[in-house]
């Protein structure tokens, strides 16, 4: 049965609407008690919407990020299926392995990332309670809504416009950095270490690892992101889960949701019951709705839920792409960050070191080729001219459009020598520098080759 059409009155509403869920999918508000409030009372009527018992209040646990959400699920899910497992003092082991799991990590893991549970550890367990409560949710609450007219201005503008930013990046953070961590773990746990993995944690290995995980900072200088992986193989160790720990902490993306970072399927749904107001029962997808605005990446288990707060910092470029030449684009209140220029991912190193700190050595010694890209970038191109230094090989002065110089770079060092053509030009309005084919030897042909034209005209008619 057809229950609505679009009307021009919503027509007109939905791009506010959209805007309204994109600043809340970039919101970089601290998480306060309001908000920890209501996502308490989200997730309990999460999971009894798909018919589950929800995990007691305490075990609604609050963390900093989402690396620490991460690692926190998965070393507390290995802990609950090991006890769950293993017959031995279930009841002291509960207490002191819980505990020790979600508190050690939401307090010790703080530049941490993540790793989730191996698929016996969670398949079952967290699967389950993530896909019942939230789609069965949305499910029951969107039948029969008008899908095509309202979807593109909604659902794909909020994610078009947040997820480059948030959602993906930071889901592919989070899985390389527990991938890196059991990596890691191979060489530092013991087989002992790995295999004896079961129960309670003591308070000073946990405070150990605390101390770990907020005096270190990655050192790797291929790494995107920033957070400390040794001091999460030390806790999984600590905790005596030791590998086991971290491979449940890689399968973690079974058990968890984007939060505000998944605002396009929330701006979609709730289009139509606060703006259409269709004539449908809510009450399910209302636990949802409130979960997508006040927290962030969320994972959710039948033993416990982990919500990681929103970031401390959320910069973006013109066309919404991760974004920034100083520092990480993203970062979270406990220091775990993610860096990237216009959208590519690039090493902390690139984006903390100081532009007029750049060498030649720095830039040719860069292997990636869009790495070296984003570091011209970052400190331009004249200034990277002048370090990689250039040879002016042919000259030409157009009496109508500006001045222009064929220069000559040995752009990686070795003797490979590349033709650039500088540019300033009235057509283009700017001094503008780019590289042009191995064999051009004048201005003239340069000029000809940018604008695929076979005969020379003047630079002011060219486009």
Partial sequence: MKKYTLTEEHRAQLKPWAEKWIANGMSTKPMDDEDKTAMKIAIKGMYEAANLTPPPENRI?????????????????????????????????????????????????????????????????????????????????????????????????????????????????????????TDAATDAATYDATRAATYAATYAATDAATYA?????????????????????????????????LRCATEAWRM?????????????????????????????????????IHGSFRYMHPEFCIVSDRPRKLTVDDQNRPHSFQGPYMQWSDGSALYAIHGVRIPAWIAETPKEEFTKEMIIGETNVDYRRCIIKKIGIEKAIQILGATVIDTYESPVGGKYELLQIDYDGRGNLRPYLKMDSKSIDAIHIEGIAPNIKTVKAALMYRNKVKTFREPQFLS
């Fill in 256 to 292: 968890y949701n984007g939060g505000n970072f998944w605002s396009g399927t929330a701006s979609f749904l709730s289009f139509f019951r606060h703006v259409v107001k269709l004539e449908i029962d809510y009450s399910k997808w209302d636990h949802y709705e409130k979960a997508s």
């Fill in 61 to 181: 646990v609050f963390v900093p990020s989402p690396f620490v959400g991460r690692f926190a699920a998965g070393f507390a899910a290995a802990i609950w299926w090991l006890r769950k497992n293993k017959k031995q003092d279930a009841d002291a082991a509960t207490r002191a392995a819980t505990r020790a799991a979600t508190r050690a990590a939401t307090d010790a893991a703080t530049d941490a990332a993540t790793r989730a549970a191996t698929y016996a550890a969670t398949d079952a367990a967290t699967y389950d309670a993530t896909d019942d409560a939230t789609c069965d949710a949305t499910r029951a609450a969107t039948y029969a809504a008008t899908y095509a007219a309202t979807r593109a201005a909604t659902y794909a503008a909020t994610r078009a416009a947040t997820d480059a930013a948030t959602y993906a990046a930071t889901d592919d953070a989070t899985r390389a950095a527990t991938d890196a961590a």
């Fill in 213 to 245: 995980a907020r005096n270190k900072k990655v050192t790797d200088k291929k790494s995107w992101f920033q957070f400390d992986i040794k001091a999460m193989v030390s806790l999984s160790v600590s905790l005596k889960i030791g590998e086991f720990g």
